[in-house]
Nanobody
């Protein structure tokens, strides 16, 4: 059974950094793309970043480009989201997702598996 477990969320001041982790298990992910999405209270879930499991293809939402970096560690079966220069508007529950989608994609419905989410709160 596929499991995605996020960790690393917390409370940080504006301008600070956090690194989120997504530990994946239950199958071989070599053909998967791994995405990060977020959902703020009262808002729809939105795309943040995606990476091909091998790490050779990435794509970011414009709102995080230049501040966030997605990476993968195949040996550890883990995907990371390094978040720098955090802003209050980055406050949300962050979700990890996995999908055999063939390319980088920003559409949540294309992903097959989801984690439970981790809360990120950025204070001003």
């Amino acid at each position: 059974q596929v499991q995605l477990v996020e960790s690393g969320g917390g409370l940080v001041q504006a301008g600070g950094s956090l690194r989120l982790s997504c530990a994946a298990s239950g199958r071989t992910f070599s053909s998967y793309y791994m995405g990060w999405f977020r959902q703020a209270p009262g808002k729809e879930r939105e795309f943040v970043a995606v990476i091909r499991w091998s790490g050779d293809s990435t794509y970011y939402a414009d709102s995080v480009k230049g501040r966030f970096t997605i990476s993968s560690d195949i040996a550890k079966n883990t995907v990371y989201l390094q978040m720098n220069s955090l802003k209050p508007e980055d406050t949300a529950v962050y979700y990890c997702a996995a999908g055999r989608i063939g390319t980088v994609a920003a559409v949540a419905g294309l992903y097959d598996y989801w984690g439970q989410g981790t809360q990120v709160t950025v204070s001003s």
